[in-house]
């Protein structure tokens, strides 16, 4: 062999495994998870307030899952109506946010299999007599959350003059400084607020508006991505992990 074909095999088998280097970082990077979440709805995600770190039964269920992809997720708020734009530009891997699975949004983004059976209920303030269902709210100041369900069901109420807010606390405020006649959100969210605030302010009336199903949203045919995150999740149901999950946000509530 010359020195010539020498120096061109060493370049060569030095670059290959340069290359191979490279590679392998990217692969190893590519695999932290990026999360969004609107951590504005506990007990899904909220933010604690001591340790400032966004917490609940979607942040434990998205880090096992994680976790059982081999990998870990890296988590970022994201107001609730940003999160399909935030995966639409690639920003985020997936969204996991109480995000129900509605057709309308099935047309632009792709969801796991359902995580938790949820559905929409109405609040007002304690001594509100006169509301004690969905039809006794015409007329009336109803407040929401931007870009949800409940929005959309509002839209649904003849005569009302339907506030939209950012983060469902300034919902609640809304009507607890009576901006508002009525709430409507997400029974468990209402009932966890009830329940951990011991408020005597505000009550439940009358019956689930709906049944809604929540889904982690991914993009539009990222097969690979969603087909890992159902797999983990079989996984996670069957090994008593998602029950252990679900015990420690909801007790022994109804699933
Ligand atoms: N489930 C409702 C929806 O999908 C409300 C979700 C709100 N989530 C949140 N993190 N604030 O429209």
Do not use: H
Request: proline share 3%.
């Amino acid at each position: 062999m010359s020195l010539k074909k020498v120096l061109l095999t060493a370049l060569l088998v030095l670059s290959v495994a340069l290359v191979g280097c490279g590679s392998d970082k990217a692969a190893k990077q590519d695999k932290v998870l990026k999360v969004a979440t609107s951590p504005d709805f506990a007990p899904f995600a909220f933010t604690e307030e001591k340790s400032k770190e966004y917490v609940g039964f979607e942040m434990d269920l998205i880090k096992a899952i994680a976790k059982q992809m081999g990998t870990k997720a890296e988590i970022s708020n994201i107001s609730f109506d940003g999160l399909i734009p935030a995966l639409l530009a690639n920003n985020v891997d997936l969204a996991i946010s109480g995000v129900t699975i509605t057709p309308e949004r099935q047309q632009k983004v792709d969801f796991s299999q359902a995580y938790y059976r949820s559905g929409l209920s109405i609040m007002v303030r304690t001594e509100n007599n006169e509301i004690k269902s969905f039809k006794d709210l015409a007329g009336k100041k109803v407040a929401v959350q931007i870009g949800t369900s409940s929005a959309t069901a509002a839209k649904n109420i003849p005569n009302a003059t339907v506030r939209e807010f950012n983060l469902v606390p300034e919902v609640v405020m809304e009507l607890q400084n009576k901006g508002v006649d009525a709430v409507i959100n997400d029974l468990p969210v209402n009932q966890y607020f009830l329940a951990t605030t011991k408020t005597k302010d505000v009550k439940l009336v009358g019956e689930l508006l709906s049944t809604e199903d929540y889904g982690i949203m991914v993009n539009k045919g990222n097969k690979k991505l969603l087909e890992q995150i159902n797999k983990a999740m079989d996984e996670l149901k069957k090994n008593g992990e998602y029950d252990k999950i679900y015990k420690k946000w909801f007790g022994e509530l109804k699933k």
